[in-house]
């Protein structure tokens, strides 16, 4: 099985979008829905600007339900004489490519983990030069396909905005949000949530982002619907989705957890009266540069979205 337009979700992967430095990543998925909007379905009314910092909306046609995809990644900020400091979660594994930018130039170097005798670790950054205070640094891309999987750095959440523009070419009425720092404490979902029910009366959500496999969650299951992580999801509107899907004859299967979080996290905090639902597919090797996602379990992903846009 090959993955529909992989260059895309490849493009997607090489653009740096730390937590807190979306402004490269929104810029590119802006300037994509521009060059691609006339072959879709239907043509989506672009928002940003003042108000939304480097969060994107798409409005298509009468929107009823909004979709969520965070574009932020993990990644670590340098420190004092390369010391790094982790955004986000980030597994340290010793040995791992970091890459970023400041102002002398391209910075490239190995994460070391060092210990003292009282067993404290400290990370640094091997590199052939110090890297200024404060830059950001992400894992370098390496992007692999085999017949049944994809493995890269930041399926989480590049994938989900894959997912959301794949979406994108066939949905006639919704919302898309392009979201930031959600790897971070979360940041946008809260105005984004609110122009969106004041300006167009949306007060659904899916969240568009890549889930864990577990014990529960496996590969080759379908896409995963989660019943509850850290939050918990309105009932009702949960079994609406679960009998959509179970309608639809699409290979999908059920996530309860106990810890995690996402955008919806961020609307359940917020006061905004906004039902919200995690969708997505399940990867090994999270907030590692060698995440992995079985392709068919993308394909799940895009259609139920698709499904699930089209009826509620």
């Given at each position: 099985m090959e993955l529909s337009n992989s260059e895309l979700l490849q493009e997607l992967i090489s653009i740096q979008g730390v937590a807190s430095d979306e402004s490269n990543i929104k810029s590119f998925i802006k300037e994509y829905v521009r060059e691609n909007a006339s072959k879709w379905k239907s043509k989506p009314h672009i928002i940003d600007g003042t108000g939304f910092q480097d969060a994107l909306i798409l409005v298509f046609g009468a929107p009823r339900t909004a979709v969520y995809a965070h574009m932020d990644t993990i990644g670590y900020s340098v420190g004092y004489e390369n010391e790094l400091i982790r955004v986000g979660g980030p597994k340290n594994i010793d040995g791992t490519l970091l890459v970023g930018k400041d102002s002398q130039g391209d910075v490239e170097g190995e994460l070391m983990i060092f210990e003292n005798e009282s067993g404290q670790q400290r990370i640094q950054l091997l590199s052939n030069r110090i890297v200024e205070r404060g830059t950001l640094l992400s894992f370098k891309p390496d992007f692999k396909e085999t017949k049944e999987y994809i493995q890269s750095p930041y399926l989480d959440n590049r994938l989900g905005v894959y997912v959301a523009l794949q979406l994108a070419e066939t949905l006639e009425n919704g919302a898309i949000v392009f979201s930031t720092y959600e790897e971070h404490g979360g940041n946008s979902v809260g105005a984004c949530a609110k122009y969106l029910m004041n300006n167009y009366d949306v007060f659904k959500a899916l969240i568009?982002?890549?889930?864990?496999?577990?014990?529960?969650?496996?590969?080759?299951?379908?896409?995963?619907?989660?019943?509850?992580?850290?939050?918990?999801?309105?009932?009702?509107?949960?079994?609406?989705?679960?009998?959509?899907?179970q309608e639809s004859g699409i290979k999908y299967q059920l996530e309860v957890e106990s810890a995690g979080g996402s955008d919806g996290s961020v609307l359940q905090k917020s006061d905004l009266p906004i039902d919200w639902c995690f969708i997505g597919a399940p990867e090994d090797n999270v907030h590692t540069p060698k995440e992995k996602v079985y392709k068919k379990d993308i394909e799940s992903m895009i259609s139920l979205y698709r499904v699930l846009m089209n009826q509620l």
């Open positions: 568009c982002d890549i889930t864990w496999v577990t014990h529960g969650v496996v590969h080759k299951g379908g896409v995963a619907v989660s019943m509850r992580d850290s939050m918990l999801p309105r009932r009702k509107y949960l079994n609406k989705i679960i009998s959509i899907a």
